[in-house]
């Protein structure tokens, strides 16, 4: 690391170069990212960012030779708890942009596709936390429950590159431990996104679509695993302009067939048996109880082959075997879970008791992602060479 008047060579060199590439700079300016005295927001950004390439922590950098040079922790902290960043912006802009220059690389007969997931952000450790919840682990085959929150994510995937778009840490409002600081300014971006916290996932999934698509982002399906896909977010996606592809459960959600409202266990039933395909058993046209167009495949689940999974998706058209394909596309967002917190720090490096210094810090592990996917992307596709 260097000090604040080297701040050129503060960047390995390969990331300095993806850093200009992506403008990466300037989206934070754009989104409000500044400060007029002291260190610049840019180096700061570019400290932190650099932290997991040096192979340090900021206590480390702290006990260094060159401690001396950097900013105190207390400037460190006011950055990542300054509720007047807008990071939601300067994500969205970001990924916009760099799934535009995916996208140019993408063949036009590749499917791309939004994908809806959560995953925990735990804080098992924590008891001042900024409206710190108690959740359960959905995904976990433990069961369990953890202190913390509902990293509900989405991003974007061709099959080949995985970025994240946008984010929230949803708390609970039956099950948090602790509530808004009342300190903050209602103003702020960071107010907002605390209100947010406390809604539920499918309130926000629609309005994050809706954000991505207004950026342009180029997308055909939504995918979702089974926690998601529920009749009235299925219909406000698709009256977006967007079809949907997803897991489903044998709940109380009804469908269609000759004008009679069956279950998924009995549309299973009526489905007509599918042949020369040993994984997919049957499928189906009907329509769900609000009136929206569905095809849904029975395939042989894998783990217990004397059961059968079911897979919905709101374009009719696509075939039995594209279905099943695209819809496989959603491990993308499942990889992308695992590589931030297993080697890009999320949720470790920095362990601030305000909701702003966690929305900030993940959405600079966010962008540590999306550098280092564009520069794979680049390193093994020969259309960027030359």
């Known amino acids: 690391m260097i000090a604040n008047n080297d701040m050129n060579n503060q960047l390995p060199k390969a990331l300095k170069a993806v850093f200009d590439e992506l403008g990466i700079l300037k989206h934070l300016r754009n989104a409000g990212i500044t400060k007029g005295l002291g260190f610049s927001c840019t180096y700061i950004f570019k400290l932190i960012f650099s932290l997991i390439f040096e192979g340090k922590n900021w206590y480390m ?17 006011r950055f990542l708890n300054n509720p007047k960043y807008n990071w939601r912006r300067f994500l ?5 942009a760099t799934i535009s220059k995916v996208s140019t690389l993408t063949g036009n007969k590749r499917p791309k596709v939004l994908i809806v997931d959560d995953s925990s952000y735990e804080r098992n450790r924590s008891k001042k936390v900024e409206l710190l919840a108690r959740c359960f682990d959905h995904a976990s085959q433990k069961m369990r429950y953890y202190k913390g929150f509902r990293m509900l994510t989405l991003g ?4 080949t590159t995985f970025m994240p778009i946008d984010f929230s840490l949803l708390s609970s409002m039956k099950a948090k431990i602790n509530g808004i600081t009342e300190k903050i300014d209602k103003r702020t971006s960071g107010y907002k996104r605390r209100r947010e916290a406390l809604q539920k996932a499918p309130e926000q999934l629609p309005d994050m679509i809706k954000r991505a698509l207004s950026k342009g982002i180029d997308a055909s399906y939504v995918l979702m695993d089974s926690w998601f896909t529920q009749p009235p977010l299925i219909k406000d996606i698709v009256d977006q302009g967007i079809d949907v592809i997803g897991m489903v459960k044998a709940t109380n959600q009804r469908y269609l067939v000759n004008d009679k409202r069956v279950g998924l266990k009995e549309l299973y039933r009526l489905a007509a048996p599918t042949k020369h395909h040993k994984s997919i058993l049957r499928s189906i046209h009907t329509t769900m109880a609000n009136g929206v167009d569905v095809k849904v495949v029975f395939v042989r689940n894998r783990n217990k082959k004397s059961e059968w999974l079911a897979i919905l998706s709101t374009d009719c058209t696509l075939t039995d075997q ?9 491990w993308d967002i499942e990889v992308f879970f695992k590589t931030t917190k297993s080697l890009l720090k999320l949720q470790k490096e920095f362990q601030g008791r305000s909701y702003d210094s966690m929305i900030a810090h993940t959405s600079i592990v966010f962008t ?5 996917s564009w520069q794979h992307r680049c390193s093994t596709d020969e259309r960027t060479l030359g």
């Open 322 to 330: 594209e279905i099943i394909r695209i819809y496989g596309m959603r």
């Open 156 to 159: 974007w995937s061709d099959g």
């Open 368 to 372: 540590r992602y999306i550098v280092l």
């Open 92 to 96: 969205l802009s970001l990924s916009a």
């Open 61 to 77: 950098l702290l006990q260094g030779k060159k401690s001396d040079d950097l900013p105190e922790k207390n400037a460190i902290y």
